[in-house]
């Protein structure tokens, strides 16, 4: 492939649309007919009453943003990624215009396997992963409301769905463009922070400089990675920052984490999942009317805590992993846990579900993803060696936001507060004699 710059921007009408949809924060996102044939269809259109941050609204009443504006906002920092990529022959010379298109769309259907709270559920058993769902749902193996999403792909666009979901899968076979999907600084994260930022009344994911992030973006010298040049170092880092900051402040905050492990407590004492079928089927409504109607006594209970009231559990135990990382990792253990749980019951009435852990996953806990900078001198170095606040932001990321959490029923958390609570170091001791 040989193409000049600046062809198949030409080429791909979707570029130069006329026409367009307005999103907040002021945007313009272009479209085309043929977009609109996709954006216009009942799966995407699904979307709407899907919400992006499910629970965050119970803390943050604003956050009533959904999945379909987020999509169409990734869409948007795709089309100027490979705007300004284009400008380099290492890019445009390795790609086709069916490259480009499969990757826009890539963006744009990247979360239409989402149903409602799917991040908060989909590791737990007999819940699909969303990526999955995402994937049978252009493939065509997956329908909504009977409508083949696949067959628009091909009559609108002449691609094969599996160009877009090979984004999604782990072969990495165009590894420099599924970085635009699926990276550190990919163009899901440049719209999610700032969505999320304004509709939750925060500024902490606003604070980058959104142009000038893009702008400083190339491939790295193999071709196989996106990096940033040099100049665009303090962006990146103020980017890296803003994700940081969400995350202790929004998506990992104790409110919100205890809301979101109160529902995974529900829906661990389900009987009966859903479909795949069904769940797309819900709103975030629809979905908590069908939960509280397979529910026993004690997931209404649970459910009252989120809803009606919004009663959250409280904290009894808080742990970061630098504190004391032996600990954190012998609480990976979800025995172990349990064993915990019944040693603080001891011979009282309280019942099983008053006392919830909330532990993230050990994968999660070893680093913070780095991409690398390119020097003025053509040096390509990881941007943890450039960069003090970067290199600071892995054990911060565990001591701030990884954190093992305790919670309990309001209605305990009296008798187990924190100068009544065992500690739990102790228990874990007497538990391995």
Known sequence: MKNAPGALIHAIPEFSATQSIKIA???????????????DSQTFQRLRAIRQLSLADRVFPSATH????????????????????????????????????SVMLAGLLHDIGHYPCSHQLDHLEGFPK?????????????????????AIIRREFGLDPNMITRFFRRQHTVPLLRQMIDSPID????????????????????????QRFITNLMPNREGNSLCMHEK??????????????????????????ALITTLQQCCRQLTKVP????????????FFEWLWQQSNGDGRELLRCIHGKRLPFKRVYTLAYNHDPDTYLKLQDESLRAQIIAKIKGGSSLSPHMLVW?????????????????????????????SPVI??????????????????HPATYQDLSLDRLPPIESLLKDLSL
Not at 193 to 200: E, G, M, Q, T, V
Not at 238 to 253: D, E, H, I, N, T
């Open 358 to 386: 909330d532990v993230p996953p050990a994968y999660k806990t070893t680093n913070w993803e780095t991409f690398a900078v390119r020097m003025n001198d053509g040096r390509e170095v990881p941007i943890e060696h450039e």
């Open 232 to 257: 665009g170092l303090l962006s990146a880092e103020r980017f890296q920052l803003a994700r940081y900051w969400m995350y202790r402040s929004v998506y990992w905050g104790h409110t919100v984490r």
């Open 25 to 39: 924060p002021n945007t313009s996102v272009p479209v085309t007919d043929r977009l609109l044939a996709i954006i």
């Open 187 to 210: 163009a899901d994260k440049c719209d999610y922070l700032p969505r999320d930022s304004y509709f939750c009344g925060v500024d902490y994911g606003t604070g980058f400089d959104r």
């Open 130 to 150: 969303h990526e999955q769902v995402t994937i049978d749902l252009i493939e065509g193996r997956l329908s909504y409301e009977g409508e083949d999403l696949s």
């Open 66 to 101: 959904t999945r379909f504006s987020h999509a169409l906002g990734v869409y948007h920092n795709v089309l100027d990624y490979l705007r300004h990529l284009d400008r380099f022959p290492q890019f445009h010379q390795s790609f086709d215009e069916s490259d480009y298109l």
């Open 391 to 408: 290199k600071a932001l892995g054990s911060a990321f565990l001591q701030g936001v990884r954190k093992i959490r305790l919670f309990a």
């Open 275 to 286: 479909s795949h079928h069904e769940l797309l089927g819900f709103n975030d409504h629809s």
